[in-house]
C-alpha cells in the first residue's frame, strides 16, 4: 500500500469493472498513515489523468474511491464487521448467510477482498492467469509478502514464491535469529505456533503449513526468544482475544476471559489448571466460536500444549 499503491487501486477499479460497482471504499487502521498519505495521493494522481470519476475515457464505465480511517480494532478485520463499522454500527461479527456477496454494505451486494488478492490482480490481467498460476505450487500459486520481526538480523517485509523453504526465508532472507529463538508465530495472533526444529519441514504455502497442522494466513513472523516463558505467552494470546472480541458470542466473549484468568493463576499461586477442564474451553472456542477470533486462539495454544509439554507442564494438573 506504501510502496505501489497503484497497484491496488488498479486491481480495485477492475474488480469493480467486472462486477459492476462504481465504488471502492479502502478501509485503513489509523495506526498506518504512511497508507493512508501513499493511497491518497495516488487517488489524486489518477483522478488527475482522468481513470477514475464518471465515464471513465468516455467508456461508461464510473468508478470512485472512499477511504475509510478506521480506528484499530483487530475484528474489523473480520468481513462482515468491516462492513458494519463502516455503516458506523458496533463492529460485530454478523451471521452467514447472507454472505457480503449477496448482501454486504448497506445491504447492497459486496466483494471484500485482502490488499494482497487485489494488488495482484494488474499482473494477471498484464501477463494472463497462467503465467500467475505458474508462480507457486500446488493450488498456493503467485507470491506471498512475508513479515519479519526484529528477532531476524535483517527484519522487513519480503515477496516470495509461494513453495519457497521456510528455511529460504529465515536463514537468507532473514539472516538468521539475533538471539536464541524457540519458536516462531506465523500467520498472525491467531497463527500456527511453529517449533524451530520444524524450519526444514515447511515451505511457505497453505497446504505444506495445513499439513503439518499450522497456518499461513498472512506469513507475518514473530519470534518467542528461548528466554521468554510460552505459558505467558499463551496467556497473552488469551487476552489478546478477551480484549478484541466483539461480544457477539459465547464461547469467545467468556471463554476468553476465562482461560486467560486460569494461566495467569497458575503463574501467580498454587494453583494448576485441570488438563480436562482447559482443553473442554479450548475445544468449546475452537468448534462454537462464531468467527475466526473465538475460532483461531485453539491452534496456536494446541501447538504449545504439543510441542512445550514438558515447559508447560509444571502448570498443569
Ligand atoms: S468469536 Fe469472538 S469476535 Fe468472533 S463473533 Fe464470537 S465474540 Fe465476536
Redesign the pocket.
Known amino acids: 500500500m506504501e510502496e505501489r499503491p497503484h497497484s491496488l487501486l488498479l486491481g480495485m477499479i477492475l474488480a469493480g469493472y467486472i462486477i459492476g460497482a462504481r465504488h471502492g471504499v479502502l478501509y485503513i487502521r489509523g495506526e498506518y498513515p504512511e497508507s493512508i498519505r501513499a493511497q491518497r495521493a495516488a487517488i489524486a494522481e489518477i483522478r488527475q489523468a482522468g481513470y477514475i470519476g464518471d465515464n471513465i475515457l468516455g467508456s461508461g464505465f464510473s468508478f470512485d474511491f472512499k477511504i475509510i480511517e478506521a480506528q484499530g480494532a483487530y ?1 474489523c478485520g ?1 468481513e462482515t464487521a468491516l462492513l458494519s463499522s463502516i455503516e458506523g454500527q458496533r463492529p ?2 454478523r451471521v452467514r448467510p447472507p454472505y457480503p456477496t449477496q448482501q454486504g454494505l448497506f445491504n447492497q451486494p459486496t466483494v471484500v477482498n485482502n490488499v494482497e488478492t487485489l494488488a495482484s490482480v494488474p499482473f494477471v490481467l498484464q501477463h494472463g492467469g497462467a503465467a500467475y498460476a505458474a508462480i507457486g505450487r500446488g493450488r498456493s500459486t503467485g507470491t506471498k509478502l512475508v513479515c519479519l520481526d526484529g528477532h531476524f538480523n535483517q527484519p522487513g517485509l519480503y515477496e516470495v514464491d509461494m513453495g519457497t523453504p521456510l528455511a529460504t526465508v529465515v536463514h537468507q532472507l532473514g539472516g538468521g535469529f539475533r538471539h536464541p529463538v524457540k519458536a516462531m508465530h506465523i500467520g498472525g495472533p491467531l497463527g500456527g505456533l511453529v517449533p524451530v526444529h520444524k524450519i526444514d519441514a515447511l515451505t511457505v504455502d497453505f497446504e505444506s503449513f495445513a499439513q503439518n497442522g499450522f497456518l499461513l494466513g498472512h506469513a507475518s513472523v514473530v519470534c518467542i526468544p528461548e528466554s521468554y516463558p510460552l505459558i505467558q505467552y499463551i496467556e497473552h494470546l488469551f487476552e489478546f482475544t478477551a480484549h478484541e ?5 459465547f ?3 467468556i471463554g476468553s476471559t476465562r482461560g486467560a484468568e486460569m494461566l495467569h493463576k497458575a503463574q501467580t499461586s498454587d494453583y494448576r489448571i485441570d488438563r480436562t477442564l482447559f482443553d473442554d474451553l479450548v475445544e468449546t472456542l475452537e468448534i462454537g ?3 475466526a ?3 483461531g486462539l485453539p491452534l496456536p495454544v494446541k501447538n504449545a500444549l504439543m510441542y512445550f509439554e514438558g515447559e508447560l507442564k509444571p502448570y498443569f494438573t
Open positions: 475484528i473480520e460485530e461479527v472480541s466483539c461480544g457477539k458470542c464461547p469467545c466473549r466460536s462464531l468467527c477470533l473465538g475460532g
